[in-house]
């Protein structure tokens, strides 16, 4: 099936190898984590629990507006293997505290 010419292939970033999940933690409002790359950390990253319409996903922090609308502060596009694996590493970091 063709793509339209408006509708952009989504890009994805390697993870790779070198990565991981520090400073969890459990809130009302979600799970927030960093993950901290060679070179790079990504803070305030949310777990958003799967919904009836949707599997899990890491949300991005986002920013209120003047308009009051919210925005992303950035976008991270990681493939589904990528994403389920950090998800695990923010699972075990929550078990791993409890057991402190």
Known sequence: MAKKETEKEKQ????????EVKNVRKLDFGTFFTLQMPGLALYNLRVVPAGKKYD????MPEDKGK?????KRFALYLDEEDTQ????????????SKRK
């Open 85 to 96: 694996a950090v998800i695990e590493a923010v699972e075990d970091a929550l078990t791993e």
């Open 67 to 71: 308009d009051g609308d919210y925005y």
């Open 12 to 19: 994805f970033f390697d993870l790779g190898k070198e990565w």
């Open 56 to 59: 899990a996903f890491i949300g």
